[in-house]
């Protein structure tokens, strides 16, 4: 059974940044995809960037594109969001999702949160001065 457990977040001003992971186990599909998602306070559940386990290639949303940067190390099971120049818009909390065999690219899970098999217990992100 997949486990995924996420680190890092935490409080800070506008224009900081913030390093988050997400450990993973009991992976065993050789092609798969993992995505981070975010969720403000009566907001729905938003993609903000997937990134796929063969060749690495990553999507990001276009509300964060340029700023935050998603990737993978494969040996450690391990998927990274790096969030450079906050803004009180990106507040919310933040899970880290697993689709197994993914073969279709990243963009489709960013895109269909139902794709997802498995997801993180969250953790909370809060841009504020």
């Known amino acids: 059974q997949v486990q995924l457990v996420e680190s890092g977040g935490g409080t800070v001003p506008p224009g900081g940044s913030l390093r988050l992971s997400c450990a993973g186990s009991?992976?065993?599909?050789?092609?798969?995809?993992m995505a981070w998602f975010r969720q403000a306070p009566g907001k729905e559940r938003e993609g903000v960037a997937s990134?796929?386990?063969?060749?690495?290639?990553?999507s990001h949303s276009d509300s964060v594109k340029g700023r935050f940067t998603i990737s993978l190390d494969t040996a450690k099971t391990t998927v990274y969001l790096q969030m450079d120049s906050l803004k009180p818009e990106d507040s919310g909390v933040y899970y880290c999702?697993?689709?197994?065999?993914?073969?279709?690219?990243?963009?489709?899970?960013?895109?269909?949160?139902?794709?997802?098999?498995?997801w993180g217990q969250g953790t909370q992100v809060i841009v504020s001065s």
């Open positions: 999702a697993h689709e197994a065999g993914c073969h279709s690219g990243p963009l489709p899970l960013i895109r269909d949160p139902g794709r997802a098999n498995s």
């Open positions: 990134v796929t386990s063969a060749g690495g290639h990553a």
């Open positions: 009991g992976i065993t599909y050789n092609s798969y995809c």
